[in-house]
């Protein structure tokens, strides 16, 4: 079981809760500690242990220690261990989503509860292909047996954000662990909580150091990670400013990276799909009820010039009558920004096209300065119209609510558009003509192009970024397989 405890008095009573390392919840060595705040009521819940270097190494150590073991444990009983830690965590689902809900600030209903379920499904999916971990025969004649081996890398660096955080573990420890690897992964500063749940429900079926959970600041914790000799792979889902730093700790070393990172997503709207649909759509596909802070959040929408403003008019309706409030609470469709770091930058963003004359403001603005919302960052949604595609809202990743809507006539033009972005994650089409939709969809240059849907990824799909979105695949059988192991070929002569 964690250790958690209370400290102070019973009014700012704290929960302080230890990081796992070597199958033991353990303090950081120098004894400090971080806070984690509740973002929609800006106050302090929870500290954590403040990992630097000295606990990054013990916790790599105690990784390489249950390598061997671990490696060797028959692939299909590596996964029925990762399936029962799915059981045991369908059985706590409610704690664990309100644990989200509340670090984060993401609605229960609309996205902890999801993310608590989705997590579950990732898990059982991966604890059911230890059996796929296959090889191949060479066919190079008969006096010749050559195969390959699906062989694990060794030990694991995750390196995680907040915006999902239970389900980002989950996707990094599900594949890694049932390929045979064992896994130092260090939890985001601003969300620990859910993730020291999950590592809790872990370590009750997972001999000691298959996983360790780290809790410490980027540079102090994440940083040594990275930069650890005895890790044989790098696995980081993240900002592309720290993927590029990640990538540089790999090359060092020559290790395996994979990288997950920014995106600034197209959603390109036909003329033929001014529908009640489509913007129901398009209001999933820029995650506003995750705040969105989401990579694959859409949020550059290319709107034919013929339906531009009707579209953007019940666009708005729709978007006003989303409920702010409470993550806690049940009618809550929009739950808070995590930090107060991220509120102001969004802040900033609203700001920068509230001055520029030829944006339209269809709904949304600076956050009110009081009243109950004014108690949490809570962000309001904003879409700003006949936006281009170089203004600086079109270009940078902004990682909250603020829509740019571009009208386009050309398609080509919206495509040209589209494509003009140094990002490539995620892409949304939609259009009637499925000839004209899947011909664009070829055409974008993205991991992850969706036609006439906005919804989120599913255990089996490849999913990850071009261009500076990324490197690698998640989600997936062939992604847990590129990812997480590596083939060994051997070559026997049958003749001796
Ligand atoms: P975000 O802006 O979404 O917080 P970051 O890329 O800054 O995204 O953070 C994602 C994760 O990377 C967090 O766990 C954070 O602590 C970690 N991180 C930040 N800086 C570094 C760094 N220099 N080296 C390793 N990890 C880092």
Redesign the pocket.
């Known amino acids: 079981m964690t250790a958690v405890k209370r400290i102070g008095g019973d009014e700012a009573a704290l929960r302080q809760v230890q990081m796992l390392i070597g199958g033991k919840w353990v303090d950081s060595a120098c004894g400090e500690v971080l806070e984690v705040e509740d973002p929609a009521h800006r106050r302090p819940i929870a500290v954590v242990p403040r990992g630097r270097a000295e606990d990054v190494a013990r916790a790599v150590r105690a990784a390489a220690e249950a390598f061997p073991a671990w490696s060797r444990t028959i692939p299909r009983d590596r996964g029925r261990l990762i399936a029962r830690i799915a059981d045991a965590l369908e059985a706590r689902l409610e704690e664990l989503a309100r644990c989200i809900a509340l670090e984060t600030g993401n609605a229960l209903r609309t996205q902890a509860r999801p993310e608590a379920k989705t997590t579950v499904d990732i898990l059982r999916y991966f604890g059911g292909l230890g059996g796929e971990l296959k090889g191949e025969t060479i066919p190079l004649g008969e006096h010749v047996l050559s195969y390959t081996r699906r062989e694990p890398l060794g030990v694991v660096g995750a390196?995680?954000?907040?915006?999902a955080p239970v389900l980002l573990a989950a996707l990094k420890i599900g594949p890694a662990l049932c390929a045979g690897n064992t896994m130092v992964l260090?939890?985001?500063?601003?969300a620990p909580l859910g993730v020291l749940l999950l590592a809790e429900m872990c370590q009750e079926f997972l001999p000691p150091g298959v996983l360790n959970v780290l809790t410490?600041?980027?540079?102090e914790?994440?940083?040594?990670?990275?930069n650890d000799p005895a890790v044989s792979k790098l696995s980081?889902?993240?900002?592309?400013?720290?993927?590029k730093?990640?990538m540089r700790?790999a090359a060092d070393r020559i290790v395996p990276v994979s990288l997950e990172?920014g995106g600034k997503s197209p959603s390109i709207v036909f003329p033929d799909a001014n529908e009640d649909w489509v913007v129901d759509g398009i209001i999933a596909a820029m995650r506003f009820t995750r705040q969105s802070?989401s990579c694959t959040a859409g949020s550059r929408l290319f709107l034919h010039r013929d339906v531009f403003d009707p579209f953007l008019d019940a666009l708005g309706q729709k978007v006003k009558s989303l409920k702010i409030g409470d993550p806690l609470d049940e009618a809550s469709d929009i739950g808070a920004i995590?930090n107060e770091k991220?509120f102001s930058k969004v802040c900033g963003y609203v700001e920068e096209g509230l001055t520029r004359r030829e944006a339209r403001v269809v709904i949304g603005g600076l956050p009110p300065k009081e009243g109950p919302l004014s108690e949490g960052y809570y962000a309001i949604p904003t879409i700003f119209a006949n936006a281009a595609n170089d203004w600086r809202l079109a270009r940078e990743e902004i990682?909250g609510p603020v829509l740019v809507a571009i009208p386009w006539t050309d398609e080509a033009e919206a495509i040209r558009m589209a494509n003009d972005s140094h990002y490539g994650l995620a892409a949304y089409v939609w259009s009637h003509d499925i000839g004209r939709a899947l011909r664009t969809a070829h055409v974008i240059e993205a991991g992850w192009v969706q036609v006439n849907q906005g919804l989120g990824q599913s255990p089996g799909h490849s999913y990850g970024g071009y261009k500076e979105s990324g490197i690698g695949r998640e989600f997936s059988l062939e992604g847990m397989l590129e990812s997480y192991t590596q083939r060994k070929n051997v070559t026997v002569n049958l003749m001796r």
């Open positions: 390196i995680i954000p907040w915006n260090k939890a985001a500063e601003d410490g600041l980027g540079e914790c994440g940083a040594p990670l990275a980081f889902t993240g900002s592309t400013e720290v993927g730093l990640i700790a990172l802070q995590i991220q990682f």
